[in-house]
């Protein structure tokens, strides 16, 4: 079974405008980590944000926010405010436990419209 | 910011050459990891080391090896070259110490395998 869920192959959006990117993950730990990438065109992965199982609030970070709904295990990324270069796939992931290997999602591709 | 390097950025070969990726990182991160990703496709481990000495198979098959002689250096090779290994890799690496266990990329190298 697929352990992380990225229901959007592809998404658009305009410039300026927010976007909501899914994820959804299944694990039976209680503690787990859950993390976004992106990865422009050149192929290198960029860490964005990340939220604890038992953190209690939404992770911020600049124009990114994780929507965390852990009833509903889902970790969504919301970018607000897109600009152009925020045109890559996009990846979420998860370790579950402490020091255990991570699970990436299939990834998203994001297009920003000017 | 992380301090991950791979070299080379990009590799053309022939068909039965033996290669050797190199994946340095200069934070002391006691765990690394290599993947394989084909463009715009998940990402999918073959590699990782929980520290000196520390080697373990991924999840996918991989007939690369790697070697965790020095903390900071984690190369993967390649004794014979295939065109199905033509793909992208990339190293990561993470420091459980630091709570989240976030996993940062070095930018990858593209394999071509004529």
């Known amino acids: 079974a697929q352990k992380i869920t990225q229901t959007q192959p592809g998404m658009f959006v305009q410039e300026k405008e927010a976007v909501t990117l899914d994820c959804t993950y299944d694990t039976s730990d209680q503690s787990y980590g859950l993390f976004w990438y992106k990865q422009p065109s050149s192929g290198e992965m960029i860490f964005l944000i990340y939220?604890?199982?038992?953190?209690?609030q939404n992770a911020t970070e600049g124009r990114y926010s994780l929507n965390f709904q852990k009833a509903r295990k889902s970790a969504n990324l919301v970018i607000s405010a897109s600009q152009l270069g925020d045109s890559a796939m996009y990846f979420c992931?998860?370790?579950?436990?402490?020091?255990?290997?991570?699970?990436f999602g299939p990834g998203t591709r994001l297009s920003v419209l000017p | 910011e992380a301090d991950i390097y791979q070299t080379p950025r990009y590799l053309v070969i022939g068909t039965g050459k033996k290669i050797t990726l190199e994946c340095s990182q200069t934070?002391?991160?006691?765990?690394m990891y290599w993947y394989q990703q084909d463009p715009g496709m998940e990402l999918h481990l073959i590699h990782y080391?929980?520290?000196?000495?520390?080697?373990e198979k991924g999840d996918l098959s991989s007939e690369s090896t790697v070697s965790r002689i020095r903390t900071e250096h984690f190369p993967l090779t390649l004794e014979s070259a295939r065109p199905s290994h033509t793909s992208q890799y990339l190293c990561?690496?993470?420091?459980?110490?630091?709570?989240?266990?976030?996993?940062?990329f070095g930018p990858g190298t593209r394999l071509t395998v004529l």
């Open positions: 934070m002391g991160h006691d765990k």
């Open positions: 080391s929980y520290g000196v000495n520390s080697t």
């Open positions: 992931a998860m370790r579950e436990g402490y020091g255990q290997n991570f699970v």
């Open positions: 990561a690496s993470s420091d459980l110490g630091q709570g989240t266990d976030t996993q940062y």
């Open positions: 939220q604890g199982s038992y953190d209690e």
